[in-house]
């Protein structure tokens, strides 16, 4: 089953501020984002893993709440680099697979 | 590291012939995943191979597709006959580990296909 991604799409205005969550119905291990910008292919943000474990080398942090099977990704002073369409991958602790979110599309504007 | 290599970037053809689409994964990596993504049904995961083994086929979606992987550098899916709503971009990546745990995925360009 699919995590569940909010809001769809967001836009925002350089050096604004936006937070994209995601949630699941399942247990989760990890938490992975990517970034997909038009016509490329996804790009990895961050992993966010069950006991506190946080890698990604992005000037863009993330959070995990294993008790709620909740991610958010944090967008803090956007640049315009920050545009695209931002997918949550859940990993489940009782299946390895990833299962994509739906995505949620940022539009940053000068 | 060159990343991951798919071939053709798009591929154009008529509905009943055979596609194949190729994918090259990253040197030293042990898993290998096929996707497909459309803005209907998003990114979804249709098989995966570990130390070329097809682990998981579930997301497969008909007998009309099949995935092999026969050495550790290469990998093909094959669509025959193949029909319009085939028509997606499709991803292959690749992670030294299993991704729902720990390790990254790396994503291939992907393939355009487009099935008339």
């Known amino acids: 089953q699919q995590p569940v991604q909010s809001p769809q799409a967001v836009i925002l205005r350089e050096g604004e501020d936006a937070v994209i969550n995601c949630s699941s119905s399942?247990?989760?291990?990890?938490v992975h984002w990517y970034r997909q910008k038009h016509g490329e292919a996804p790009v990895f943000l961050m992993i966010l893993l069950k006991g506190g474990e946080q890698k990604g080398h992005e000037k863009i942090s993330a959070s995990f709440n294993e008790k709620k099977q909740q991610s958010s990704l944090y967008l803090t002073a956007s640049q315009l680099s920050y545009s695209g369409t931002y997918f949550c991958g859940t990993g489940a602790t009782n299946d390895y697979k990833l299962s994509f979110g739906a995505g949620t599309t940022v539009t940053v504007r000068a | 590291d060159a990343g991951v290599i798919q071939s053709p970037r798009h591929e154009v053809t008529e509905m009943g012939q055979e596609v194949t689409l190729r994918c090259k994964p990253i040197?030293?990596?042990?898993?290998l995943f096929w996707y497909r993504q459309t803005m209907m049904r998003g990114l979804e995961l249709l098989i995966y191979?570990?130390?070329?083994?097809?682990?998981?086929d579930s997301g497969m979606p008909e007998d009309r597709f099949s995935a092999k992987m026969p050495n550790a550098s290469f990998s093909t899916l094959k669509i025959q006959p193949s029909e319009p709503r085939d028509s997606a971009v499709y991803f292959c990546?690749?992670?030294?580990?299993?991704?729902?745990?720990?390790?990254?995925?790396?994503f291939g360009p992907g393939t355009r296909l487009t099935v008339l």
């Open positions: 399942k247990a989760l291990y990890s």
């Open positions: 191979f570990n130390n070329n083994v097809p682990i998981d």
């Open positions: 040197s030293g990596h042990d898993y």
């Open positions: 990546a690749s992670s030294a580990g299993l991704a729902g745990l720990t390790d990254t995925q790396y």
